[in-house]
C-alpha cells in the first residue's frame, strides 16, 4: 500500500486507488493512516470527524465507514481476507497495518531524523542529501491532507508536518551552505524569501550566501528591505541573529578595501 498525505491525499494498493471520494470517510483513511500501525479508538476517530457535533450513533456511523473502507480495499486486493489483515478491528478501535515506508509522512519524519543525526555528527554532505530527499517527497507547495477534511487530530498533524517541512529545507539549506554552496543557493533562496517575504529564517540563510559569494551590499538590502517589511507589516524589529549580520556588513562595507 502506498499513502501520501503531503500534498494530496491518495491511497493506492497494486496502483488501484482505494481512496474514498466521499469526505467522512477519506477523511477516516487518512487519520488511521498517519496512525498507521497504531490502534485508533473509536471514540477519536469521533471527535475528529464530528467534534462536539458528534451524535449518539455516531459509532454506528464509523462502522460503515470502515465497512465501505474494506470493501475498497478488498476490491483491490481481490481478496476479503487480505483486507481484514490490512484495516484490522481491534478492542475499542481500528489499526491501519502497513509497512514502515508506506506513508510518505512517515518516510520524511525517518529522512528528517536521519539528517538531524548526520548534521549533529558533523556530517553535513549526508545531512543535506537526507533533507533533500525528504523535501522531495512533499507535492508542490500543498499543505499536507490538502483535499481532505481535517478536524482537530489531522488539523493539529497537518501543522507538524507543515513546520517540520520548514525546518528541514533550513536545515538542508544551512548545511549546504557549511559546504561552501553559497552560489549555486542563491537563486533558491532569493525565489524562497520572494514566496516568503516576512520569514526571518530564509532571510538570513540569504543574507549569508550574498555575503560569502561576494555581494555584501546586496545583503544589506536585503537586510534593510526586510527590517522595513517586519516594521510596516509588524511592528517588529528583525531577530537578533539578523541584527548582528546586519552589523557585521554595515562594518565590512565602512572599512575601506586593503585596511
Not at 533550513?170 to 543557493?185: F, I, K, Q, T
Not at 542563491?186 to 555575503?211: K, N, Y
Request: charged share 25%.
Amino acid at each position: 500500500m502506498n499513502i501520501t498525505v503531503l500534498g494530496p491525499f491518495s491511497a493506492l494498493v497494486e496502483g488501484v486507488s482505494v481512496s474514498p471520494t466521499a469526505g467522512k470517510p477519506r477523511q477516516i483513511l487518512a487519520l488511521l493512516a498517519v496512525q498507521a500501525g497504531q490502534v485508533v479508538p473509536v471514540p477519536t476517530v469521533i471527535e475528529e470527524v464530528w467534534g462536539d457535533g458528534a451524535s449518539p450513533r455516531a459509532h454506528i456511523t464509523v462502522q460503515t465507514y470502515v465497512l465501505q473502507l474494506r470493501t475498497r480495499l478488498s476490491q483491490a486486493l481481490g481478496d476479503p481476507s487480505a483486507a481484514r489483515e490490512v484495516l484490522v478491528t481491534r478492542p475499542g478501535g481500528y489499526a491501519l497495518l502497513v509497512g514502515p515506508d508506506a506513508v510518505d509522512a512517515h518516510v520524511h519524519d525517518r529522512l528528517c531524523a536521519e539528517a538531524q543525526a548526520a548534521a549533529e555528527q558533523g556530517d553535513d554532505a549526508r545531512a543535506a542529501t537526507l533533507f533533500r530527499r525528504a523535501l522531495a517527497l512533499w507535492q508542490g507547495e500543498e499543505d499536507a491532507f490538502a483535499d481532505v477534511r481535517t478536524g482537530a487530530l489531522l488539523g493539529l498533524e497537518g501543522m507538524r508536518l507543515t513546520q517540520s517541512r520548514k525546518d528541514a529545507l533550513e536545515r538542508c539549506l544551512a548545511a549546504e551552505l557549511r559546504l561552501g554552496a553559497h552560489e549555486r543557493l542563491l537563486p533558491e533562496l532569493a525565489d524562497l524569501t520572494g514566496r516568503h517575504p516576512h520569514d526571518e529564517g530564509l532571510h538570513a540563510l540569504f543574507v549569508t550566501a550574498l555575503s560569502r559569494s561576494g555581494r555584501p551590499e546586496s545583503a544589506l538590502t536585503v537586510c534593510t528591505s526586510l527590517r522595513s517589511r517586519l516594521d510596516d507589516r509588524f511592528g517588529l524589529l528583525p531577530s537578533p541573529g539578523l541584527r548582528r549580520l546586519e552589523r557585521e556588513l554595515r562594518a565590512r562595507l565602512s572599512t575601506p578595501a586593503g585596511a
